[in-house]
């Protein structure tokens, strides 16, 4: 069964930093892109950005909201998945979920996690 | 990028009827090399994470009840529920994933009526 967890999120002042950790398991992690995607509270989904698979070039895309601030990285051999904050602002605020691609070069989310809640505020 | 746009906001529908759900996208999304239509639709109950239902805008995803079904091409796309279930309440959302610049619509609440 594909597994996605989530964590290191909570509460942090706006300008200040954070990283999340996506461990994942029941498949063969290296092989998919991870795809972060962000909900604020009571909105819509957002997509922060992803990173593809070293077989598709390894490379990261962002949202234009985030570019430049956070930074996406994958550790193959240990199965997670990175997301790191920095700069943060109030807006911000959400459930950032990491979410694994349904194939290998496919670019939708195929399996998501239960997703870990951010808060920036001072 | 590529801007989704759904409608309606919200819906509602009696237990047994149609509910459709409409997403327009500000490009093609068709790749015509392939000829797919690179656009999911994913459903998002209260309280959990969303869930894949449908993608290459009419392939339904693997356990995915058949009430369920996509259409559309190029920058119109539909997601129709042919008979609304209890279990069907909840918000519904587009993605184009034809940029790797990926978006999203708006969402779709549906609710019985």
């Known amino acids: 069964e594909v597994q996605l967890v989530e964590s290191g999120g909570g509460l942090v002042q706006p300008g200040r930093s954070l990283r999340l950790s996506c461990t994942a398991s029941g498949f063969t992690f290296g092989n998919y892109a991870l795809i972060w995607v962000r909900q604020a509270p009571g909105k819509g989904l957002e997509w922060v950005g992803l990173i593809r698979s070293k077989d598709y070039t390894g490379t990261t895309e962002y949202a234009a909201s985030v570019k430049g601030r956070f930074t996406i990285s994958r550790d193959d051999s240990n199965s997670i998945a990175y997301l790191q904050m920095n700069s943060l602002k109030t807006e911000d605020t959400a459930v950032y979920y990491c979410?694994?691609?349904?194939?290998?070069?496919?670019?939708?989310?195929?399996?998501w996690g239960q997703g870990t809640l951010v808060t920036v505020s001072s | 990028d590529i801007v989704m746009t759904q409608s309606p906001d919200s819906l509602a529908v009696s237990l047994g009827e149609r509910a459709t759900i409409n997403c327009k996208s500000s490009?093609?999304?068709?790749?015509?090399?392939?000829?797919?239509?690179?656009l999911a639709w994913y459903q998002q109950r209260p309280g959990q994470p969303p869930k894949l239902l449908i993608y290459w805008a009419s392939t339904r995803e693997y356990g995915v009840p058949d009430r369920f079904s996509g259409s559309g091409s190029g920058t119109d796309f539909t997601l129709t529920i042919s008979s609304l279930q209890a279990e069907d309440v909840a918000v519904y959302y587009c993605q184009q994933y034809f940029s790797s610049l990926l978006t999203f619509g708006g969402g779709t609440k549906v609710e019985i009526k």
């Open positions: 979410t694994r691609s349904h194939d290998y070069g496919d670019l939708f989310v195929g399996s």
């Open positions: 490009q093609s999304v068709l790749y015509s090399s392939n000829n797919k239509n690179y």
